[in-house]
C-alpha cells in the first residue's frame, strides 16, 4: 500500500514534572506554511506560558522539510529532543508544540531534555493516526454504452469520482490511489479492447 501515516487531527497531553506543565499540541501540517499556521494557533490560545517549543516534519521519507525551536529554553534541550522523536515515528506530516507553563523550579540541561522527550513520547502514544494516500487524477472519455461498465471498474479499483459530464460521449474525472492506476487502465484496455485509454494528468 501507498502514502504513509500522518495525524487524524490534533491531539493534546499534559505532564507534570517538579510542578512545571508540559502541554503537547500536535497536528497534521502538509505544508511549511500550515506548520507556521498551527504554532501561531497553539501561542495566541497559551499567550501566559513561559516557552512554546515546537518541531515539524513536513512530508514523509526523503522529501522532508524540518523545523525546529527552543523558544528561550536552553539551546539544544527542548526543540531538538522533541524532533528527535518524531523523527524516530513513520509518521509525516506532523508539528509538535510543547508548551511549558514554569513551576518555580529549575529542571537543569539533562532534567529538560528528558521533560520535553517524555512530553513528545506521552503525545505520540496516544494520537489517532490515518493513512494518506497518494492519488492521481484519470480523465476518461466513453459512450454511453460502456458507462455502467467502466463505473463498476472504478469502484473496483478504488477510484473516486470527481466530475461527470454527459454530451455526446460521456466525460469523467476520476481520483485512483496511484498504485492503482497501472491495473485500472489494463483493466479498461481489456473491457474496451483497447478503443478507450484514460488520460493521466498526475498526482493531485
Known amino acids: 500500500m501507498n502514502g504513509y501515516l500522518i495525524p487524524a487531527g490534533t491531539h493534546r497531553t499534559e505532564i507534570t514534572i517538579v510542578n512545571s506543565r508540559f502541554l503537547t499540541t500536535v497536528g497534521y501540517v502538509p505544508t511549511v506554511e500550515e506548520a507556521k499556521q498551527f504554532i501561531a494557533a497553539v501561542r495566541s490560545e497559551m499567550p501566559d506560558a513561559s516557552h512554546h517549543v515546537y518541531a515539524f516534519r513536513v512530508g514523509y521519507g526523503n522529501s522532508v522539510i524540518e523545523g525546529v525551536s527552543d523558544d528561550g529554553e536552553p539551546s539544544g534541550t527542548s526543540g531538538p529532543p522533541v524532533l528527535a522523536v518524531l523523527r524516530g515515528t513513520n509518521i509525516g506530516d506532523i508539528v509538535a508544540v510543547v508548551t511549558r507553563y514554569f513551576g518555580g523550579t529549575k529542571l537543569g540541561t539533562g ?21 494518506k494516500i497518494e492519488r492521481s487524477l484519470l480523465g476518461i472519455d466513453l459512450p454511453y454504452s460502456f458507462y455502467d461498465q467502466i463505473k463498476r471498474l472504478i469502484i473496483h479499483h478504488e477510484g473516486e469520482i470527481d466530475e461527470e459530464t454527459f454530451a455526446g460521449d460521456i466525460t469523467i474525472l476520476v481520483k485512483f490511489p496511484s498504485d492503482h492506476v497501472e491495473a485500472f487502465s489494463y483493466a479498461l484496455s481489456e473491457l474496451t479492447s483497447g478503443r478507450i485509454q484514460p488520460v493521466n494528468f498526475g498526482i493531485v
Not at 111 to 131: F, I, K, M, Q
Request: hydrophobic residues 50%.
Open 111 to 131: 532534567g529538560l531534555v528528558r521533560a520535553y522527550t517524555d512530553s513528545a513520547h506521552e503525545v505520540l502514544a496516544s494520537l489517532p493516526l490515518v493513512r
